[in-house]
């Protein structure tokens, strides 16, 4: 799947493959349940934005076989920590 990033540094999916779309289109579906569309963003504090995060890091998704962002994320950390621990 091909991204690019633009100037203001967010990335995107582009549509050359649209194996990431259909994840893409979902997750914004499960955001927009806590920042409704017209949100006006000056008004979400930090407590509503953490419960948002919180919420969707730690949701099961389908794609990742039922595991949650959160989880999959911590194995990937645990990956980079026991190569640095096996390179000393």
């Known amino acids: 799947m091909a991204n690019r990033t633009h100037r203001n540094g967010y990335l995107f999916c582009t549509s050359i493959l649209a194996l990431g779309r259909g994840t893409n289109e979902n997750t914004n579906g499960l955001i927009r349940r ?15 934005l953490k419960h948002a995060q919180n919420r969707l890091n730690n949701r099961p998704r389908k794609v990742l076989k039922y595991k949650t962002p959160a989880y999959m994320l911590q194995l990937e950390i645990n990956k980079i920590k026991y190569q640095n621990y096996k390179l000393n």
């Open 34 to 48: 806590y920042l409704p569309k017209k949100t006006d963003f000056n008004s979400i504090t930090e407590v509503q």
